[in-house]
């Protein structure tokens, strides 16, 4: 005699999504990639959706990248200066919006700790004392860029940490990841009140180093004014479709790539799309 799922005839409760995705992994897959495709076929069959999808995948790719796959170069990192005055620290705070900033001592690579916009803006409104950035300084937590990311998010929740430094084996700071940074890998993007849409402007911006910060979505044509540049955009549109057709991968934070007199390297990228670049631009012989 033949089962019947169906509930008008068997007279039991309709089974949940999640009692016939057990169902459909019940053949046990015998390693990750036997999981995903399981996973993916419950998605064609309706059992997730295609966000929820996303996201399992982003979880478990977590266990498998490392901080370097993820962290803000040392060059895209926003400091402020224990020895800046108020107004200076201010400024960045403001320009940036950014709630959370590393702070150094007399060299780039001395960082002394982390200052929180919270505790700056508190300061101000008490007014009784001026404020002291040295006095304000949350501890830094220093992580190697080989540590896994899965690691790391235990670590930031254990230790109520949102931000660490990314040190090398020299001790010298190459960069830095947030709470953001890792969860982004897992749920998607995650924009705020700052993340405005790109404007024409903000898409090529120089950097400390001589290089340029340049957006993923700066058109082809924008670029070739700014800087000169012949690159064809007959069949693509923007700098990031040139740089992943030029790799012929999607890009990878930390690749790079030469074209014509500029290097591009890759600053930002997640597993769906390239964000960011830092281009190095060589003088025209």
């Known amino acids: 005699m033949l089962m ?7 007279g039991s409760p309709p089974r949940s999504w999640l009692d ?7 053949g046990e897959p015998r390693n990750r990639e036997e999981l995903l495709e399981e996973l993916r076929q419950a998605q064609a ?3 997730l959706t295609r966000e929820t999808l996303s996201m399992i995948e982003g979880a478990l790719g977590v266990a498998e990248q490392r901080v370097a796959d993820v962290m803000v170069a040392r060059a895209q990192m926003v400091t402020v200066s224990a020895t800046a005055s108020l107004a200076d620290v201010l400024k960045v705070v403001i320009e940036s919006g950014h709630s959370r900033f590393p702070v150094t001592g007399d060299h780039e690579d001395e960082i002394l700790g982390i200052l929180l916009a919270k505790d700056l803006l508190k300061c101000l409104a008490q007014g009784e004392t001026p404020c002291n950035v040295r006095g304000l300084l949350r501890p830094v937590k220093l992580i190697s860029d080989s540590k ?15 931000m660490a430094l990314v040190v090398d084996e020299f001790g010298g700071v ?23 849409a790109p404007t024409e402007t903000g898409l090529i911006r120089p950097l ?8 993923a979505l700066t058109p082809i044509e924008d670029f070739n004014e ?11 549109d923007t700098v990031g479709g040139l740089i992943t057709a030029r790799l012929g991968h999607l890009p990878r934070t930390g690749e790079e790539t030469e074209l014509d007199r500029f290097t591009f390297h890759v600053t930002k990228a997640d597993r769906r799309r390239v964000h960011q670049f830092a281009v190095k631009v060589r003088d025209a012989a």
């Open 208 to 215: 400390p180093d001589g290089r340029f910060s340049v957006s």
């Open 174 to 196: 190459s960069g830095l990841v947030t709470i953001e940074d890792v969860l982004e890998e897992i749920v998607g993007d995650i924009d705020d009140e700052h993340d405005d």
């Open 20 to 26: 016939r995705l057990g169902h459909m992994l019940s």
């Open 148 to 162: 896994r990311l899965n690691e790391l998010l235990k670590e930031f929740r254990q230790g109520r940490n949102h």
């Open 45 to 47: 069959n309706g059992l």
């Open 4 to 10: 019947n799922d169906d509930p008008s005839t068997t």
């Open 226 to 236: 700014r800087f000169g540049a012949e690159f064809s955009d007959e069949q693509l």
